[in-house]
């Protein structure tokens, strides 16, 4: 075999993924399960106010005016979230909306653990 093949990839430098954008994010959290990058996308989109929904299996954000969405008239808080069938962030109007956040993930669950050795 050539050389080339034995060759170590560079190390994975996280920090890089802060500087990828939003689809790019999902694309690694969904196209690459149970790899460690998956990890790493989710705590970046954790860090960017994103939250996973576990019974939903997806992502949502509270919507702010600078997301274009205007104030809801009922006083509680709205909510997008990334619909991965058309690759784009929509405002949620399901009926959970009351409790919508107690399906969240937290932030501890989503952090890469590595085993002490």
Do not use: C, H
């Given at each position: 075999?050539?050389?080339c093949?034995?060759?170590?990839?560079?190390?994975?430098?996280?920090?890089h993924?802060?500087?990828?954008q939003?689809e790019?994010?999902?694309?690694?959290?969904?196209?690459?399960?149970?790899?460690?990058l998956?990890?790493?996308?989710?705590?970046?989109l954790?860090?960017?106010?994103w939250?996973?929904h576990?019974?939903?299996?997806l992502?949502?954000k509270?919507?702010?005016?600078?997301?274009?969405v205007?104030?809801?008239?009922?006083?509680?808080?709205?909510?997008l979230?990334?619909d991965?069938?058309?690759?784009?962030?929509?405002?949620?109007?399901?009926?959970?909306?009351?409790?919508i956040?107690?399906?969240f993930i937290?932030?501890?669950?989503?952090?890469?653990?590595?085993p002490?050795?």
């Open positions: 075999l050539p050389v093949y034995y060759m170590q990839p560079p190390a994975l430098k996280t920090g993924l802060s500087k990828f939003l790019t994010l999902f694309y690694i959290f969904y196209a690459l399960p149970k790899d460690v998956q990890a790493y996308a989710a705590q970046e954790y860090s960017r106010e939250r996973y576990g019974e939903l299996k992502w949502f509270r919507a702010s005016p600078s997301d274009g205007s104030s809801s008239s009922s006083g509680s808080p709205q909510y979230y990334f991965i069938n058309s690759w784009e962030r929509r405002l949620f109007n399901g009926s959970m909306n009351q409790n956040t107690s399906g937290t932030e501890d669950e989503v952090q890469v653990k590595f002490s050795s």
